[in-house]
């Protein structure tokens, strides 16, 4: 069974600076797409950022410029560096990959931007 656990999540004040990690563990054949996505009280589920296999990435508007997506291929981890957090980034952030040729989503991890 693939496991997705994310970590790094906390309390940060505005302009401060936060790094998500997300591990996939398990029986691991093959990663595919391995990306973030991040839901605020109220609000749809909506992508952070993503990155391919081959390393290509996409990101949202709001964080193009501030957060960065980066994986590690022989940890079976992904990274979101996120620099200059505002109020808005709040949210609770997931993982979200495909293995094995199936998808998979973290449990979620807080993040909130507050002064």
């Known amino acids: 069974q693939v496991q997705l656990v994310e970590s790094g999540g906390g309390l940060v004040q505005p302009g401060g600076s936060l790094r998500l990690s997300c591990a996939a563990s398990?029986?691991?054949?093959?990663?595919?797409?391995m990306g973030w996505y991040r839901q605020a009280p109220g609000k749809q589920r909506e992508l952070v950022a993503g990155?391919?296999?081959?390393?290509?990435?996409n990101y949202a508007d709001s964080v193009k410029g501030r957060f960065t997506i980066s994986r590690d291929n022989a940890k079976n981890t992904v990274y979101l560096q996120m620099n200059s957090l505002r109020p808005e980034d709040t949210a609770v952030y997931y993982c979200?990959?495909?293995?094995?040729?199936?998808?998979?989503w973290g449990q979620g991890t807080q993040v909130t931007v507050s002064s």
């Open positions: 990155i391919g296999s081959s390393g290509s990435t």
């Open positions: 979200r990959s495909i293995v094995n040729g199936r998808l998979y």
């Open positions: 398990g029986s691991i054949f093959s990663i595919n797409t």
